[in-house]
């Protein structure tokens, strides 16, 4: 029986769903390294072209993981762990990267750290709420949050290289940043809300 289970186990490991998450994963030391040569090592602009494709690439898996996965009833326990991880992974990496470059500065830092202490926030409630046997879907506007994020970043990872091709590059992505902070703040407050009321009743 534990043969079975380990096969099936070893199955939904391998399935496309995950291999995306796990290329995703993957993806974040190549944005953060091609950033790193580019600003830090003073290395061409053509670099951050190969961050901005990586990170593209590894974007659109993330919303290609969850549609195979229920397209194909491959969903499992492992995938529904790791995703929200590989996402976390790749934003955290690319906003880090962005405020040591100081393409982000000033009062933008403020957004950055709205958006990661969100993260953080989020991840620990969803912890405590799993060992309560409690789902906290994914809402509507989380997942219009998570695309202004990942295009504000996308801009942002362009930088200097996008300003050449479009002069407001940097403007654009510092302003979407922004309105994922703001509406980070409103989808944050709902988890908490969401995590007092069964701290609540489980006291």
Known sequence: MSSV?????LKHSFALPNLLTYSRIAAVPIVAGCMYAQSVAQGPLWLRWIALAVFIVAAVTDFLDGYYARMWNQQSAFGRMLDPIADKLLVAACLLMLAADETI???SLWAAFVILCREIL???LREYLAALHVRVP???LAKWKTTVQLVALGFLIAGEAGEDILPATIPIGITLL?????VTLYTGWDYFRSGIHHLVEDE
């Not at 289970?5 to 186990?9: A, F, I, L, N």
């Not at 922004?178 to 703001?182: F, L, R, V």
């Open 5 to 9: 289970t380990t096969r099936k186990s």
């Open 122 to 124: 989020v991840s620990g």
């Open 138 to 140: 994914v809402t509507q």
């Open 105 to 107: 500065r000033g009062w």
């Open 178 to 182: 922004w309105i994922s902070a703001i």
